[in-house]
């Protein structure tokens, strides 16, 4: 079945959970019957370096898995939204936190309070489904059911619920 091809670059920080969000995207494009490639990024250091996941998406074979036009860019940190701000295209959409990126504001950029929001939610762990509701609703890349039931079968319960309400609120909000 032929279709587009759909780019995802997560940046940003470790611990921000951008690489378990990425592989949950490729989970759930995978459950619907799509091929998915997930590539990470980091530094040495497993938390407070830079970091990124890559994603791949498409019903047709993916032979290359990096990003090289990327549909969507998160960007967490001023140094993810710098690595990508001048070489996306201009239909690129750059969605960042704006509590932390200090944006040239181009035309498809979309600002986010992601560490406000989480901070209200009451769990900053849960920031990845908050992140992952937000690019969900902008880029349509697998559906909302599937996402979901990739949350669902991969975290614990005890954190299920706050996850599944973040990731609500970031899809709600957001669009």
Known sequence: MAGKTWQIVLAGTGGQGL????????????????????TQTYGIQSRGGYSQSEVVISHENVYF??????????????????????????????????????SIKRAHDVGYPFSARVMDIGNVKAINSLFL????????VVSKESLT??????????ILTINLKAFDLGYEEIG
Request: with cysteine.
């Open 19 to 38: 690489i378990l969000g990425g592989v949950t995207l490729a989970k759930a494009a995978v459950l619907e019957g799509k091929n998915a490639v997930q």
């Open 65 to 102: 898995p990096k990003c090289d036009r990327p549909d969507l860019v998160l960007a967490l940190s001023q140094q993810g939204y710098d690595r990508y701000k001048n070489i996306v295209s201009e239909e690129c959409i750059i969605l960042y936190d704006q509590d932390v990126v200090n």
């Open 149 to 158: 039931k990739v949350l669902e079968n991969s975290l614990p319960i005890k």
């Open 133 to 140: 509701g937000c690019v969900l609703k902008l880029c349509p």
